[in-house]
């Protein structure tokens, strides 16, 4: 629109001077000269100069901000619009941005729920062993009907806070990666026994029986670190005697999926509620606070087993129905 405007003025100067007599086709020539001069110079000033700044604009706020930014494509013939491009990437960054504050507020609130949880559980203890040393110094010792009583009180009570403490430094050094995983090659099927017959007086005394789907006669082998799959295993069957009915069954089923063995830990407990099933993971999460300090969970159980699954790089999922049970079902690879 400029080149035509500069044009019609080029034109009315030359037809203003009337005293010159100016051939025709050599005004239309004049004209013309003018248009490609002007569109030239507007072309240079904006798509060499103008859309040069705003192309590295573009580029620099994708390298600093963007480097992940999928490429999009298009036709090389398609002229680009710098602009248009440009404010994308705005757009792009303001989003992206804003789902980062998003982000670093759930993090801080769960940093101070995290933080009260962890005075909370260690405050318990602490407490407790505080109160049977005070009873104890304030004549207790000499007292034969309290003092060893209470000195087993403390005990439990230092044993539970051990317990909180190495589970607190086993997840820092699998989130850390520090660590060391120690693979190896053995039957998952055997494990799974060994682990049956320690736990077996436990599920015992709520007459809980420890079963597998059928009978595992060949070798089923995998490749993991045993010592931590051994704390996986136990820990959910663990969990299923804690919580589970009296006269009730935890089962195993051993299966193979691709290249992978896939491990169930199922019960036919009280089962979980929909709303509590994301959280089951998360570090002192409990369903049912009370009864649970009651039976001597640090709350840390779960969040260690998704841990050690996480650095097998392989995952874990509940399922769960209240009234009929709860199903835990992880991965592992599979050996030869």
Do not use: W
């Amino acid at each position: 629109m400029v080149s035509t405007l500069i044009c019609a003025t080029c034109f009315l100067l030359i037809y203003r001077i009337g005293n010159f007599n100016i051939d025709v086709s050599f005004l239309i020539i004049s004209v013309f000269i003018c248009f490609i001069c002007s569109f030239a110079t507007l072309y240079y000033f904006y798509y060499v100069d103008i859309a040069k700044s705003v192309d590295a604009l573009a580029e620099k706020i994708r390298k600093r901000f963007l480097d992940k930014e999928i490429p999009q494509k298009h036709n090389q013939l398609e002229e680009v619009d710098s602009i248009a491009q440009l404010e994308n990437r705005v757009d792009f960054l303001i989003e992206s941005r804003e789902k980062e504050v998003s982000h670093f507020e759930n993090l801080d609130s769960y940093r101070k729920e995290y933080l009260g949880n962890v005075s909370h559980e260690l405050k318990t203890p602490v407490f407790n062993i505080q109160g049977y040393v005070d009873t104890l110094l304030n004549g207790g010792l000499e007292d034969p009907n309290i003092n060893v009583d209470y000195l087993r009180r403390a005990e439990k009570s230092i044993d539970r806070l051990i317990n909180i403490i190495d589970d607190l430094e086993t997840i820092t050094q699998l989130e850390t990666g520090d660590l060391h995983l120690d693979m190896d090659v053995f039957d998952i099927a055997i494990l799974c026994r060994d682990i049956y017959s320690s736990l077996e007086l436990s599920a015992a005394k709520k007459n809980i029986k420890l079963e597998f789907t059928r009978k595992y006669e060949k070798p089923i082998l995998v490749r993991a670190d045993k010592f931590r799959i051994r704390q996986v295993l136990v820990n959910l069957i663990t969990n299923s005697i804690k919580y589970g009915k009296d006269n009730g069954t935890t089962c195993i089923t051993l299966s193979f999926l691709n290249n992978d063995v896939i491990v169930e830990v199922r019960d036919n407990g009280n089962g979980i509620e929909a709303k509590h099933l994301p959280r089951v993971f998360e570090r002192f999460y409990r369903i049912d606070k009370g009864r649970s300090r009651e039976q001597g969970g640090t709350g840390l159980g779960l969040a260690i087993v998704k841990h050690i699954i996480d650095a097998h790089n392989k995952s874990i999922k509940v399922e769960s129905e209240v009234g009929e049970g709860t199903c835990f079902t992880f991965s592992l690879n599979a050996a030869e």
